[in-house]
């Protein structure tokens, strides 16, 4: 139980952090090719949807690399 | 064209019925916000008289014990043979026995002699504790050995209780509520890391709520807080062997006679 | 949307219903923490933190979820659902801040990881009264981080509409595990009866009118079976039975339909906003425009696209008029096609 427990925790911890990795990467350079609506959009809407792209990074992902031939 | 109001809410107006409506809609709300926060907190359980002197260091002096939790007696009196017991806690969810091992790798063996400890006081329904906030710092003074004569203890009796075993820390002041459902995983934590659990036995009845605290040990004198984590924070009934460790009640129970209800 | 994203697009009624919403969180708030220092002035700052945010979450969530229902039975409701995303992120926020200062209570500073002695202190799943309860508060709070850190429209476009509506319909069971959070955590406690009264007239009012409203708009609903139909045409209604800028809905062969009468014209387009699938037919034609009534999203009726700058756009019908009824053809065109209005002739 304690060891499933701490596992899944790990593995989302993991996730997460991929994840923020990822997202200051889209940020810094290519979020604007994948969404075109965000072109000059500022600091605080970069903040709002910060923690929805740690947790939903993995859809981006896939775009990017769809996005990328 | 329709009579009927149509509110679009990028227009800096709302249409003056709708707007009506939901002015007279507010007010109810907010009637009835304010109805069920009051309810809610006259409804609730009235908070022990415990105190936590948190923010607070408070020295007390007496003599030190390491067995069967530490702590230290005060207020002895030679002649009757009383004297007040204080138990020993550590900060955090932790008893104060890592403390105190620490402290006596460097001080020697501290155990019958009389020592003056820091730390923030927690007291309730007849009972002190002392957190030694400061970790070990908390050893201020070392004074004389001191042996302490206390009255033989009754003689043990079998008894038949009904109660909860409770971490006295929380219990005895630093939370309220530290009982029952809401704090029970606390509790389990309290006991797990070393804080004596203690029994509480009803007595009285519900109009006029008494109770009677015991501390809780295995049929050899010895802690037993991993054994007793399953039957933490619940009404449980138990068969235990009942005696008096000076000022406090002790219970020597056999895991297996604890009942849940 | 399409013209590009701000963190808040701020207006004057979301700025209202902001201000509103706070003014009664910060009312209960308030209200309960005065009332506890005066007849409880020895409870400490963490439980009053722990409980003055849970209740106010508790009660903004049945406020939440009441919304939907409300604005569909009697629609001068509409208004609280425009801005009520922010309702749902406040009431995130309200829930984080309980969540954090239990955690950090009953299960930091103590010999195993805070988050995990959640999970494991209490192991009692198989009880009721002693289930630990705690997860399923974890959980919920972990259904609306989802739901809040997604609440922008830019969410909306990246997730798209229906994975994004079938995230928010997390709510429900965000709900379903707080209820039960409540009833197997503090109210064993805390178990009063004005407090389990209060939970289940909680429970059962947005049960009973998440079922009510159900039921008034199925019977709202056309459903065209056994109607009149010609050469893929069906009859719907009487031309004066639709009032101007105003709509029908038709239900044809699955299909969601929303006929508009304006200027003297007719035309068709389909029932769904693009937005948040909210329904077209209920809304009005504004400036020319149909508008949605749940967030002011507008379509042309002759193309069902949204005008520029924006680039929504939604399926068109063929529509007649044959002796004083309306005839509509449920093979949908493709989005944003021009669909000729049919000009009602005078009588």
Redesign the interface.
């Known amino acids: 139980m304690e060891n499933l427990i701490e596992i899944t925790f790990l593995i989302i911890g993991i996730y997460l952090f991929l994840g923020v990795l990822f997202t200051i990467i889209l940020m810094w350079n290519g979020l604007e090719k994948l969404d075109p609506q965000t072109k000059g959009a500022g600091w605080f809407f970069k903040l709002l949807i910060f923690p929805g792209m740690t947790a939903f990074w993995v859809v981006f992902l896939r775009k990017w690399l769809k996005q990328k031939p | 064209?329709?009579k009927?109001?149509?509110?679009?809410?990028?227009?800096?107006?709302?249409p003056e019925?709708?707007r009506k409506?939901?002015k007279r809609?507010?007010w109810i709300?907010?009637a009835l916000?304010?109805v069920?926060?009051?309810?809610?907190?006259?409804?609730?359980?009235?908070?022990k008289?415990h105190f936590f002197n948190f923010g607070q260091l408070d020295q007390i002096t007496g003599v030190y014990y390491d067995e069967p939790y530490p702590f230290i007696l005060t207020d002895y009196n030679a002649e009757s043979g009383q004297a007040k017991t204080v138990l020993l806690v550590g900060?955090?969810?932790?008893g104060a026995k890592g403390i105190m091992d620490k402290i006596q790798d460097k001080s020697g063996a501290l155990s019958g002699i009389r020592i003056t400890l820091e730390g923030t006081l927690i007291s309730g329904d007849g009972k002190t504790l002392l957190e030694l906030t400061n970790g070990t710092d908390a050893l201020k003074e070392m004074l004389n050995v001191e042996l302490i004569e206390t009255p033989a203890p009754p003689a043990p009796e079998n008894v038949t209780l009904q109660g909860e075993i409770l971490d006295p820390k929380c219990y005895f002041g630093v939370?309220?509520?530290g009982?029952?459902?809401?704090?029970?995983?606390?509790a389990?934590?309290?006991i797990?890391?070393g804080i004596p659990p203690v029994f509480r036995a009803s007595e009285g009845d519900s109009q006029d709520e008494r109770y009677r605290y015991y501390l809780l040990l295995d049929q050899k004198g010895n802690p037993c807080n991993k054994e007793i984590l399953?039957f933490v924070?619940?009404p449980i009934s138990l068969q235990a062997i009942s005696t008096k460790m000076l000022d406090w009640d002790v219970l020597f129970v056999n895991i297996k006679d604890i009942k849940?209800q | 949307m399409s013209a590009n994203y701000t963190a808040i697009l701020w207006n004057q009624q979301k700025k209202l219903y902001d201000r509103y919403m706070w003014l009664g969180i910060g009312l209960f708030m308030l209200v309960y923490a005065v009332f506890q220092l005066w007849l409880q002035p020895s409870i400490t700052f963490e439980t009053l933190i722990i409980r003055a945010t849970a209740l106010a979450a508790f009660v903004l969530l049945h406020l939440i979820l009441a919304i939907g229902p409300l604005s569909r039975i009697n629609p001068a409701f509409l208004p609280l659902l425009y801005n009520r995303r922010h309702a749902g992120v406040s009431m995130f926020i309200l829930a984080l801040i309980h969540g954090a200062f239990c955690i950090i209570q009953f299960h930091a500073l103590s010999d195993t990881n805070p988050l995990i002695s959640v999970f494991i202190s209490n192991p009692k799943y198989l009880e009721t009264s002693q289930f630990p309860f705690q997860t399923l508060g974890f959980l919920a709070l972990m259904i609306l981080f989802l739901m809040a850190a997604t609440s922008h429209d830019f969410w909306l476009s990246n997730l798209s509409p229906a994975i994004w509506k079938v995230l928010h319909m997390g709510v429900y069971v965000a709900y379903a595990l707080i209820v039960l959070h409540v009833a197997t955590g503090a109210f064993q406690y805390e178990n009063h009866p004005f407090n389990w009264i209060l939970l289940f007239i909680g429970f059962w009012g947005i049960s009973g009118l998440h079922v009510y409203a159900g039921f008034s708009e199925r019977y709202k609903l056309n459903t065209h079976k056994n109607i009149l139909a010609e050469n893929g045409f069906y009859q719907v209604c009487r031309v004066n039975e639709i009032e101007n800028t105003c709509a029908k809905t038709a239900f044809i062969n699955g299909e969601n339909i929303a006929i508009f009468k304006y200027d003297g014209k007719i035309s068709a387009i389909h029932n769904v906003c693009k937005h948040q699938m909210g329904p077209l037919g209920e809304g009005r034609i504004v400036d020319g425009c149909i508008t949605c009534p749940w967030h002011g999203y507008q379509y042309l009726p002759h193309n069902g696209q949204s005008p520029p700058p924006f680039t929504e756009k939604v399926k068109t019908y063929d529509v007649k008029i044959l002796e004083g009824y309306v005839w509509v053809n449920p093979v949908p065109k493709e989005e944003g096609t021009f669909v000729e209005p049919v000009i009602i002739e005078k009588a």
Request: one cysteine or more; a positive charge.
């Open positions: 064209m329709s009927k109001e149509f509110y679009i809410g990028w227009q800096g107006k709302m019925n709708t409506f939901l809609f507010l709300a907010m916000i304010v069920m926060a009051i309810g809610l907190v006259f409804f609730e359980k009235p908070f008289k900060s955090g969810k932790f939370m309220k509520p009982e029952g459902k809401i704090h029970k995983s606390c389990i934590r309290c797990s890391g399953p924070g619940e849940t």
